[in-house]
């Protein structure tokens, strides 16, 4: 059997245990998610962790070893 094949047959069977994944409560979940403003709210959420890395690399530079 290919790693494809198996890969699949496990990503089947976890999809068929969700017990949550076609009801309402989910579908109002993804909905919320994945709206109109999706992009703007990833970048917020995603943008302090450059921000931070630079200043840490910036510390880590100027302090004496």
Known sequence: MSFAFIALLGAVSVTLACTVCDS???????????????????????APFPVLGLVLYALSRCLPD
Do not use: K, M, Q, W
Request: proline fraction near 9%.
């Open 24 to 46: 309402d409560v989910s579908v109002a979940v993804r909905s919320g998610i994945f709206n109109p403003s999706f992009l703007p709210t990833i970048f917020e959420v995603i």
